[in-house]
C-alpha cells in the first residue's frame, strides 16, 4: 500500500502530470468565462432593451470577454514555452550524465591499464622484451588519454576559435591524403581498409590544424562504426563554388529521426548503438563547430539499416575566403 501511495505521489508531483493538470484548469477558467460572460450579457442586454435605453444596448460588446480570452490564452502559451524549455534541460541533463559517465570509464580504463603495467614491471622480474611490450602499451594508453583530454578542451573552446583561424589555401584530396600517410594504421584495424577515390584536386581556403581535427573525427567515427574487414570510402566532389567531401562507412546505419541529433554535444545514440562502443559525444559537435566557422556545411545520411552511413561535408572556393583568410593569418601571425 505505501508503495503504491509512494508512486501516485511521484506520479501527481511529476512535471508533465503538473503540466497536464495546468492546461485543464486553463481550459476550465476560461469556459467558465465565456460562459458565464454570455449569460451576463444576455441578461444585461434584455433589461437594457425592456429600459430601452440604446446608449446601455451598444455599450454592453464582447470586449471584455475577448481581452479574458486573450489573456487566458497568452498564459497557456507561457506555460507551454516553460514545459518546452523544461524538457529540454531534462534532455540536456541526461546527456550530460551520460557523458561524464563515459569519460570517467574512458579516464579510468587507460589509467588502470597504466597502474597494473607498472606494478608488474616493478614488482617483477621479466626480459627486456617483454619490458618493451609494457612500455608500447603504456605509451597507447597514454596517447589515448590525451587524445580524450584534447578533446573535452577543445570543445570547451571551439567556439571562441573562429577569429583565430590561420586561413590558408589548400589542395583538400591531397591534405586527406597526407592525413591518411600519416594516420592510417590507428584506422585500419581489424582488416578494416579506408580508400581515397582519384580526381582532381579542389581548393579551399581552411586553417589546417582545424581542419586536420575535421577529418580525424570523421574517419575515427567511420572505423569505429564499421565492423571488421570493411571499407571506408572518402570521395572528393566538386561542387559549384565549392567541394563536399563524402566519409561514408559500412556500419549499421542511423535512423532517419536521428540524423540531425547526430551533431549535437554530448549525443551518442540509443544505448544498444553505443553499448559497446568508446565515445563522449564529442567528436561530431566539434566536426561541425569547425565546419560552421569556415563558412560550409555539414550532414550525415543513411539509406537504411545496416546500409552504413555517409557524412559530407561542403567547403567553400578559395575565391570567396582568400581575403578573409588572408586578413585572419595576418592578424594570427602579428
Request: aromatic content about 8%.
Amino acid at each position: 500500500m505505501i508503495k503504491k501511495f509512494r508512486l501516485v505521489t511521484r506520479w501527481l508531483y511529476h512535471p508533465v502530470t503538473v503540466f497536464l493538470l495546468l492546461q485543464a484548469l486553463w481550459v476550465l477558467v476560461m469556459v467558465v468565462w465565456i460562459r458565464w460572460y454570455v449569460e451576463k450579457h444576455a441578461q444585461l442586454r434584455e433589461m437594457a432593451e425592456r429600459l430601452r435605453t440604446q446608449m446601455e444596448v451598444e455599450g454592453m460588446g464582447w470586449g471584455p470577454m475577448l481581452e479574458g480570452a486573450l489573456l487566458l490564452t497568452l498564459i497557456l502559451a507561457g506555460a507551454t514555452v516553460i514545459f518546452i524549455f523544461w524538457i529540454k534541460q531534462r534532455r540536456l541533463n541526461e546527456m550530460q550524465r551520460a557523458f561524464v559517465a563515459n569519460v570517467t570509464h574512458e579516464l579510468k580504463s587507460p589509467v588502470a591499464s597504466i597502474q597494473l603495467a607498472l606494478e608488474t614491471m616493478a614488482f617483477r622480474e621479466m626480459p627486456e622484451e617483454q619490458k618493451r611490450e609494457y612500455i608500447d602499451m603504456m605509451l597507447g594508453d597514454t596517447e589515448r588519454l590525451t587524445t580524450l583530454i584534447d578533446r573535452i578542451l577543445g570543445a570547451a573552446r571551439i567556439g571562441k576559435a573562429k577569429g583565430r583561424y590561420r586561413m590558408e589555401p589548400v589542395g583538400i584530396r591531397r591534405f586527406i591524403g597526407d592525413i591518411l600517410d600519416e594516420d592510417r594504421h590507428l584506422y585500419e584495424k581489424e582488416g578494416r581498409k579506408i580508400e581515397l577515390e582519384k580526381g582532381r584536386d579542389v581548393h579551399v581556403v581552411v586553417d589546417r590544424s582545424a581542419m586536420r581535427v575535421v577529418f580525424a573525427n570523421l574517419l575515427e567515427n567511420a572505423a569505429r562504426y564499421s565492423p571488421p574487414d570493411s571499407r571506408i570510402r572518402i570521395r572528393v566532389l566538386r561542387e559549384l563554388g565549392g567541394c563536399r567531401i563524402d566519409v561514408a562507412d559500412s556500419g549499421n546505419g542511423i535512423p532517419g529521426k536521428d540524423l540531425k541529433n547526430v551533431f549535437k554535444m554530448f549525443w551518442r545514440g540509443s544505448e544498444e548503438q553505443t553499448r559497446n562502443l568508446r565515445g563522449t559525444g564529442l567528436g561530431l559537435y566539434i566536426v561541425r563547430t569547425i565546419v560552421n566557422n569556415h563558412g560550409g556545411k555539414v550532414w550525415a545520411s543513411s539509406p537504411g539499416p545496416g546500409r552504413g552511413t555517409t557524412f559530407s561535408v561542403r567547403l567553400p572556393r578559395v575565391r570567396k575566403y582568400w581575403s578573409l583568410g588572408s586578413r585572419r593569418g595576418r592578424g594570427a601571425e602579428n
